[in-house]
């Protein structure tokens, strides 16, 4: 089958510091478009997690009750390839993601034509 693919996601590099954490990644604007080799990256989303990287274990379970999800934090232009997160709480476990965004103007086949598509946060 013909169907569209995201780009890949990009590199990420994360820093610590004094209450914050600094992303850094990979500049995805000129990587091609996986099926059409054509550059069209739309925007960079950004990710967190609290907890363990994939799952949770039941002792990790927020204040409601529910597990912890990867939840999103920012959206950022595709001139963008770094980050600061500044709501950060010293001595909690933090993890991250960046996932690269394309403008769907190479989707052209596949359920959703023209549809933007997102790279793994995995």
């Known amino acids: 089958m013909d169907i569209a693919a995201p780009l890949p996601a990009p590199d990420l590099t994360v820093t610590s510091g004094p209450n914050v954490v600094y992303l850094e990644w990979e500049d995805m604007s000129e990587v091609g478009d996986p099926n059409t080799g054509v550059p069209d990256l ?8 609290f907890g363990l990287f ?3 274990r039941y ?3 927020n204040a409601a009750g529910t597990h912890l999800l990867w939840e999103k934090i920012a959206e950022v232009p595709s001139t963008q390839t770094t980050y ?3 709501s950060v709480t010293r001595g909690q476990s933090y993890h991250y993601a ?11 086949n ?8 997102e790279s ?3």
């Open 42 to 49: 739309d925007h960079y989303n950004i990710y967190r997690k």
């Open 84 to 86: 600061t997160d500044e």
């Open 54 to 56: 994939q799952v949770d």
């Open 110 to 117: 596949g359920l959703v034509p023209g549809q933007k598509l």
């Open 120 to 122: 793994s946060p995995y």
């Open 98 to 108: 960046v996932t690269a965004v394309d403008d769907g103007t190479q989707n052209t």
């Open 59 to 61: 002792e990790e379970l």
